[in-house]
């Protein structure tokens, strides 16, 4: 069984800072890739930020590109997103998501496994 549980949502302004953790269980052999995807009402849920199981590789959508940072216990399945800057466009429930394979895209095209989200309010 896999089990990802996300820690760090809150209510901020714009321009302040949050960092996300994701801390994964996971089989033994286990060695996923992981990353953050986030979903506002109405919207499909968009990915944000994938990081390689060894932690070397990362990819970033455009629009978080500079702003946010992904980052990982290198060959563990716990997880980071640093989010600076943030806009009222970044509100959404952020969701922690593990595998199929070890590299960002296997994450960013089709994650195996979700947490249950952590939400992020941004607003004056």
């Known amino acids: 069984q896999v089990h990802l549980v996300e820690t760090g949502g809150g209510s901020v302004q714009p321009g302040d800072s949050l960092r996300l953790s994701c801390t994964a269980s996971v089989p033994p052999s286990s060695a996923y890739g992981m990353g953050w995807f986030r979903q506002v009402p109405g919207k499909e849920r968009e990915f944000v930020a994938a990081i390689s199981y060894s932690g070397g590789s990362t990819y970033y959508e455009d629009s978080v590109k500079g702003r946010f940072k992904i980052s990982r216990e290198n060959y563990k399945h716990t997880i980071y997103l640093q989010m600076n800057s943030l806009q009222s466009e970044d509100s959404a429930i952020y969701y922690c998501?593990?595998?199929?394979?070890?590299?960002?895209?296997?994450?960013?095209?089709?994650?195996?496994?979700w947490g249950q989200g952590t939400q992020v309010i941004v607003s004056s």
């Open positions: 998501a593990a595998g199929p394979g070890r590299g960002p895209t296997s994450v960013a095209g089709m994650p195996a496994y």
